[in-house]
C-alpha cells in the first residue's frame, strides 16, 4: 500500500473502543481491503492495567492472522469487561477471548500469559511510543507523522486520497 496509519491504541480505552467500532470498519473496508492503506495496530495498554494487559497477551497467541479479529472482538466487548458486575463476569468475557485466540484451555491460557516474547514485544513498543512521544491514546501516525487526537473515516480517507496533506 502506498501509505501507512500506525494507531496505537488500548483494548480498555473508551476512545479507542469509540474508534475501532466507528471509524475502523470504514477504514478497514474502503483504504486497507482495497490496498490504498497498510494499518499496523499498536498495543497501550491503559487501565485497568491486568484487563488490558491479559486482552493484549491473549490477543498475541492468537495465529498471526486472527490477532486483529481479537482486538477487534475486545473493542467490541469494551463495554461489558469494563462494566461487568464481578469477576465471575470478567473472566467469562476473557474466556471467550481466549478461545477465539485459540486457547482451549487452563494450562494454554497460562503459558500465553506468561509468555517472555510477548513482555519482550511490549516493552519494545512501549520504546517505540516513548520515541514518538506517544503519551495517551488513540494515538495515529500517518506515513511517520503523529498526528493529535482521534481521526475519523472521513478524515483518513481524504489523507489517504491527497485531498488533505495530513487528517
Known sequence: APNTLIVYAS????????????????????????????????????????????????????ADDDYMMVMEDQFARQEAILNAPDGNAIRAQYNAIALLSGLNNEAEITACLNNQAHYDALEAITKNAEAAEIRGVPAFIFDGQVTKGAQDAEAVKAWVEGRSSQP
Open 11 to 62: 483494548n480498555t480505552c473508551p476512545h479507542c473502543g469509540h474508534w475501532f467500532n466507528k471509524e475502523w470498519p470504514i477504514i478497514k473496508r474502503d483504504l486497507v481491503e482495497t490496498g490504498k492503506l497498510r494499518f499496523v495496530f499498536r498495543p497501550f495498554p491503559t487501565q485497568p492495567a491486568q484487563l488490558s494487559l491479559t486482552g493484549v497477551l491473549m490477543a498475541e497467541c492468537a
